[in-house]
């Protein structure tokens, strides 16, 4: 059983037969991006939260198990999210970023109960210490490093638990490349603004480090513009792997199929966003950035 489905909702019900559920899935493919409202980007990630929710629940448990890493990393963003209203003692937006959020009773409960933000995130850091050892000291990290360092800290100790838990490869790449994805952005905006190197890419080896620098020119060559502009590598990014999840799910196996539903309908969430920025953008940059 992955560790990581103790951290996420605990359904119930046996769920539906993988077939079944991706029949269902089909019919839903064009419905969710109807359903996102288009230039409202928090509406559109709630609206994104109760479908990864729908789906949670309509998986068996063979399925949850084997997914349970993936629903946890898009989890994240309302980890991140619900500490950053804890941190300012935002109620309401708290209760908002957790209504239906996939994060388990503990997790919530420790979010949203009434005390001090350090003593917040160190119950936080107790907890998830006991899944993984590189989560650290949190309310340490919160002192030295700000909220910045705590969602740093968060990510490359979920990082450590996905390697310790070997997913099936399907999994296992597809959470390889998101995690990149956030090394590579880190590593373009230490170039661009000649920034120290940040925690999360000076932690790693030297040969990762080379590695990455690598893949960063290969996407260069691609488009010169993300030198001077990560927000295009972004975008360049979240492109190749949806064309690549695409591609696999072609192949008809269920947990490629998954993958891809999952991404798109993340990415239709983060486009409605990038629709929202309208008034303060061009419309050149918003075509731009959008993917789905």
């Known amino acids: ?9 605990t359904v119930r ?3 539906y037969p993988t077939d079944y559920l991706l029949a269902r899935l089909r019919a839903r493919t064009e419905g969710f991006a109807g359903r996102c409202p288009a230039g409202r980007g928090e509406e559109a990630w709630q609206e994104l939260q109760r479908e990864y929710g729908w789906l949670f629940r309509q998986m068996n448990v063979g399925l949850r198990n084997t997914l349970a890493p993936v629903f946890f990393y898009f989890e994240l963003r309302n980890l991140f999210a619900a500490l950053r209203f804890s941190a300012g003692a935002d109620r309401d937006g708290l209760s908002s970023t957790l209504s239906a ?6 997790l919530q409960l420790i979010l949203k109960k009434d005390q001090a933000f350090p003593a917040t995130l160190k119950e936080l850091g107790n907890v998830l210490g006991c899944y993984g050892e590189g989560f650290g000291r949190l309310d340490e990290v919160w002192r030295i490093g700000g909220l910045r360092g705590v969602e740093t800290s968060l990510l490359g100790g979920f990082m450590g638990i996905v390697q310790q838990e070997n997913p099936p490869p399907a999994v296992r790449d597809f959470l390889g490349r998101l995690f990149e994805r956030h090394n590579l952005l880190q590593l373009a905006k230490e170039q ?9 890419t000076a932690d790693h080896p030297a040969l990762v480090r080379r590695r990455l620098k690598h893949a960063l020119e290969g996407f260069g060559r691609q488009d010169p513009g993300v030198a001077d ?4 590598l972004d975008t ?8 690549d999840c695409r591609r696999r799910a072609r192949s008809s196996r269920p947990l490629a199929i998954l993958l891809a539903y999952l991404y798109s309908c993340w990415l239709t969430a983060r486009d409605c966003g990038v629709r929202g920025l309208a008034p303060l953008v061009s419309e050149a940059r918003i075509e731009r950035e959008l993917v789905v």
């Open 229 to 232: 502009d990560p927000t295009r």
């Open 101 to 106: 959020s996939l994060l388990g009773r503990q």
């Open 13 to 15: 019900q046996e769920g």
């Open 192 to 200: 661009r603004w000649q920034l120290a190197d940040s925690p999360l």
């Open 236 to 243: 360049l990014l979240v492109r190749t792997l949806l064309r």
């Open 1 to 9: 059983m992955n560790r990581l489905l103790d951290l996420l909702a």
